[in-house]
Antibody, heavy 117, light 107 residues
Framework: EVLLVQSGAEVIKPGESLQISCQGS????????IAWLRQRPGEGLEWMGM????????RYGPSFQGQVTISADTSINTAYLQWSSLKASDTAMYYC??????????WGQGTLVTVSS | DVQMTQSPSTLSASVGDRVTIDCRAS??????LAWYQQKPGKAPKLLIY???TLETGVPSRFSGSGSGTEFTLTISSLQPDDFGTYYC?????????FGQGTKLEIK
């Protein structure tokens, strides 16, 4: 069974850094892209970017280039989404998802990030 | 970026109704179009990919059609469990984009 398990909810102050994670199991992690998607409260889905851990190729959506860092560690089947300085506008649910043919076939349960002073 | 526009934004229908949700792309995406269902507080679920291919395990009352810029998701006979928000997503362009969503409510 394919599973993506994300790290727990975070409450962070503006300006702080953060890394959240997504661990895959039940498939060969290094053979698939893993994407990160954002969903702000009451809003739709936005693709942030994705990484292919087999060769470390990483792509970002235009709105997220330079704002976040996506990476992966194939030794522990885990992908990461990192911010160096969070803003209130980063408050959202973040999902990781396995990419198949550039659509998303399996999703993590989501990580709620709340940025508040 | 390819802009995806769904209609309607909200929809209320009765059990047994035939329901259609439209998705329009700002430029041709061929058949590189997927549909997802999201229930409140849950991650989205893949329903259809390649515009018309049903994902394994998805009930056959769901179907997709279209190509180029015009696509439709159809639920042939609405069931109580079909409430939620539906999203289309194009993957023809390397910048992957979603429609704004259609919220489906059961009367």
């Amino acid at each position: 069974e394919v599973l993506l398990v994300q790290s727990g909810a975070e409450v962070i102050k503006p300006g702080e850094s953060l890394q959240i994670s997504c661990q895959g199991s039940g498939y060969t992690f290094s053979r698939y892209w893993i994407a990160w998607l954002r969903q702000r409260p009451g809003e739709g889905l936005e693709w942030m970017g994705m990484t292919y851990s087999g060769d470390s190729d990483t792509r970002y959506g235009p709105s997220f280039q330079g704002q976040v860092t996506i990476s992966a560690d194939t030794s522990i089947n885990t992908a990461y989404l990192q911010w160096s300085s969070l803003k209130a506008s980063d408050t959202a649910m973040y999902y990781c998802a396995r990419v198949r043919g550039f659509y998303f076939d399996y999703w993590g349960q989501g990580t709620l990030v709340t940025v508040s002073s | 970026d390819v802009q995806m526009t769904q209609s309607p934004s909200t929809l209320s229908a009765s059990v047994g109704d035939r329901v259609t949700i439209d998705c329009r792309a700002s430029q041709s995406v061929s058949t590189y179009l997927a549909w997802y269902q999201q229930k409140p507080g849950k991650a989205p679920k893949l329903l259809i990919y390649q515009a018309s291919t049903l994902e394994t395990g998805v009930p056959s009352r769901f179907s997709g059609s279209g190509s180029g810029t015009e696509f439709t998701l159809t639920i042939s006979s609405l069931q109580p469990d079909d409430f939620g928000t539906y999203y289309c997503q194009q993957y023809n362009n390397y910048v992957l984009t979603f429609g704004q969503g259609t919220k489906l409510e059961i009367k």
